[in-house]
Nanobody, 114 residues
Framework: QVQLVESGGGYVQAGGSLRLSCAAS???????????MGWYRQAPGKQRELVAR???????NYADSVKGRFTISRDIAKKTVYLQMNSLKPDDTGVYYC?????WGQGTQVTVSS
């Protein structure tokens, strides 16, 4: 069973940056490199939504609301997926979840003040 552990959330002013990390323990490097991984978020009172995904071969896709501001990447040696978030807006506030291997992480809170 692969476990996903997120870190890197916090409180930031609008226009600031944060980098989220998601470590996949229990996965081999090869499996990790071939697996699709994603970041999702859930704002209070709203449904969980896709933010970004990365596929084998490093193909990525993004929600329209974050294109040009967020970047998803992975480090195979560390079995970690990252979400670099720049030019943050108050609408980016929510709990961010990492997903992959048919599992979810526990979530990390991101709060952006205006």
């Amino acid at each position: 069973q692969v476990q996903l552990v997120e870190s890197g959330g916090g409180y930031v002013q609008a226009g600031g940056s944060l980098r989220l990390s998601c470590a996949a323990s229990g996965a081999s490097g090869i499996t990790f490199s071939l697996s699709a991984m994603g970041w999702y978020r859930q704002a209070p009172g709203k449904q969980r939504e896709l933010v970004a995904r990365i596929f084998s071969g490093s193909t990525t896709n993004y929600a329209d609301s974050v294109k040009g501001r967020f970047t998803i990447s992975r480090d195979i040696a560390k079995k970690t997926v990252y979400l670099q978030m720049n030019s943050l807006k108050p609408d980016d506030t929510g709990v961010y979840y990492c997903a992959g291997f048919e599992s979810w992480g526990q979530g990390t809170q991101v709060t952006v003040s205006s």
